[in-house]
């Protein structure tokens, strides 16, 4: 996982596949400053299933408690579909798709 400081957001990334057991997501937004954001770098995540999806809106609850914003980028066609469906994408905070070659 790439975790990088971007001002007050921290990049991670995630990699082809996002698991529901992903324990280093969890223990990295437990221990989140308070108001920390989160930017995931999701140009790698090519697959996105209705389980995946329930991670992220779990993850973006644990780093709402704390008051700190999640965000994609770099977000592929299946799995961005998907995030628009469910209305997810207008809870975070930055959303935005992967651009077109």
Known sequence: MLIR????ITDLALIEALYV??????LFAEGAAPGQGVMLDASHLISLDTTGLDTLEQLHKVLERKGSPLGMEGVQE?????????????????FSPVQAR
């Open 78 to 94: 299946q799995p961005r579909s998907l995030i628009e469906r469910s209305g997810f994408a207008q809870r975070l905070h930055t």
């Open 5 to 8: 400081p971007l001002d007050p």
């Open 21 to 26: 057991e992903a324990p280093d997501y969890w």
